[in-house]
């Protein structure tokens, strides 16, 4: 049963627009959400995340928003550029010391 | 920095034999994690370690063990390598802070190939 989805295997946004990138979870104990960046045979980076006690996290070009009643949440981009493409990961955890919980992952293509 | 370092990039193994991968990490980190990212699939917690000697299975423990005999060194083992075992391996770390959450720094990757 997967805890964290993410419905969109690829989205191809327009360099300099906003990218808008879901993420839908299922279990009500998690508490913290990540998204990671992975780039093809690199392991993935920390981007942004958002504590279940907020609704939104920003960092430069980076917003993270959490609808906790609707158990969704989004990044988003803007502007989004062409170092922007990768595979991004939403990712989920119960506090702790449990490992965190990924989405299947988006890729993100930035066409020129 | 935090680094986490995983000791082979790429490594190619028969049907079989013992494989051993090792992941350092050098920011002091209580907790250590191995993934598997495959395809479709996203990143699967194999297993994770919350403090030397300690080990927990996560979703897809089956065929694997783990070894934390010291706090920076994780080692996930294959007892006997199975050619659905190919895959990208991902070593983790992170801090720990009682219940509170931090993120976890992933090291480059091992892409195993069992043939």
């Known amino acids: 049963d997967q805890q964290v989805k993410q419905n969109s295997p690829s989205l191809s946004v327009q360099e300099g627009r906003i990218s808008i990138l879901n993420c839908d979870y299922t279990n009500s104990m998690f508490d913290y959400f990540l998204w990671y960046k992975k780039y093809p045979a690199e392991g993935p980076t920390f981007l942004i995340s958002?504590?279940?006690?907020?609704d939104k996290n920003e960092d430069g070009r980076f917003t993270v928003f959490l609808n906790k009643s609707a158990k969704h949440l989004s990044l988003h981009i803007v502007p989004s550029q062409p170092g922007d493409s990768a595979v991004y990961f939403c990712?989920?955890?119960?506090?702790?010391?449990?490992?965190?919980?990924f989405g299947k992952g988006t890729h993100l293509i930035i066409q020129p | 920095d935090v680094k986490v370092t995983q000791s082979s990039r790429y490594l190619v193994k028969r049907t079989g034999e013992k494989v051993f991968l090792e992941c350092v990490q050098d920011m002091d980190h209580e907790n250590m994690f191995w993934y598997r990212q495959d395809p479709g699939l996203g990143l699967r917690l194999i297993y994770f370690s919350y403090d030397v000697k300690m080990k927990e299975k996560g979703d897809i423990p089956e065929g694997y063990s783990v070894s934390r005999e010291k706090k920076e060194r994780f080692s996930l083992i294959l007892e006997s390598a199975s050619t659905n075992q190919t895959s990208m391996y991902l070593c983790?770390?992170?801090?720990?802070?009682?219940?509170?959450?931090?993120?976890?720094?992933f090291g480059q990757g091992t892409r195993l190939t069992v043939v």
């Open positions: 990712a989920a955890s119960r506090g702790g010391a449990d490992g965190l919980t």
């Open positions: 983790a770390s992170s801090f720990a802070n009682g219940d509170l959450n931090t993120e976890a720094f």
């Open positions: 958002i504590s279940s006690i907020k």
